[in-house]
């Protein structure tokens, strides 16, 4: 897996941006660094989202922010090879050939339609079984997402619930006009944690990790495309393009590069 440029470039773009600003009107890093409110912050946060979701989908969402941070190796430039290949060789010798394929492959949604084929699953009943798969798959995946969303959406309201705090225990220092200046200039820094943790973070998360879901779910439904296509003995070139019309959907596109023999 690389390093996502975009997700850090944006993250230390947005921080910097932030603190030049702070400077520049004249204010200093320390005033926000506040440990008492990024604690309030962050734990309400997660709090609140443990109390939405099951334990095991906030784990499952935790898990999934290496998609966030790191991109995957592209598999659809090997798998579109393949594919083609499995449907030269089922042209050639028949699509019970491919059984000694199966051994060789990792990716369960095409070892698992593949197999269906071989065994001689018709492709209407074929689409059908593995398009409800796409489907609960695609809503399982779902779930990890929207815990990021409602951590967006909850982080503002815990900071102005800091901010709150803050401000309580100014009103106890009255007397002392210095010190209430101080103490309400600290109690917003909760506030700004916030509001920029769901601005900066778990929604921009959100919205890579649906992108990424979506990625995967077009390399899905080009590999039940293909495998009806064999089934159905479509011309290998014909498939050819058709695969072509995936690629064009991710951000890469790949030359198709396969010998007929």
């Known amino acids: 897996m690389n390093l996502d440029k975009s997700t850090l470039g944006g993250i230390a773009l ?33 709090g609140a989202v443990m109390v939405q979701f099951p334990l095991k989908i906030v784990l499952q969402a935790l898990h999934h922010l290496k998609y966030v941070f790191f991109n995957a190796e592209p598999e659809s430039d090997s798998l579109v090879q393949n594919l083609l290949r499995y449907a030269y060789k089922a042209r050639r010798d028949g699509i ?15 070892k ?12 209407t009943d074929l689409r059908k079984m593995m398009e409800l798969q796409i489907d609960y798959l695609g809503e399982k995946e779902e779930r990890v997402p929207k815990v990021f969303e409602a951590a967006g959406g909850f982080a503002p309201t815990i900071g102005i619930i800091g901010a709150v705090l803050g ?31 769901a601005n900066l973070l778990f929604l921009p998360w959100a919205g890579k990790l649906r992108i990424r879901q979506r990625e995967r779910q077009i390399i899905q439904e080009m590999t039940l495309e293909a495998v009806l296509s064999i089934i159905e003995e479509v011309n290998p070139r014909a498939l050819e393009l058709q695969l072509r019309s995936y690629m064009a959907v991710p951000t890469r596109r790949v030359p198709l590069k396969v010998a007929s023999r």
Do not use: C, R, W
Not at 28 to 37: E, S
Not at 112 to 123: F, R
Not at 174 to 185: P, R, S
């Open 14 to 46: 947005a921080l910097t941006g932030i603190i030049v600003g702070l400077m520049l009107d004249g204010g200093k890093l320390a005033q926000v660094l506040q440990p008492t409110a990024a604690l309030i912050v962050i734990g309400g946060t997660f």
């Open 96 to 110: 019970l050939s491919l059984d000694t394929e199966l051994a060789k492959i990792q990716d369960p949604f095409l």
């Open 112 to 123: 698992e339609s593949l197999m269906l084929a071989i065994d001689g699953v018709n492709a």
């Open 167 to 197: 401000l309580i225990q100014v009103m106890q220092h009255l007397q002392d006009i210095n010190e209430v200046g101080k103490g309400i200039a600290v109690a917003f820094v909760a506030t700004i944690y916030g509001v920029a943790s």
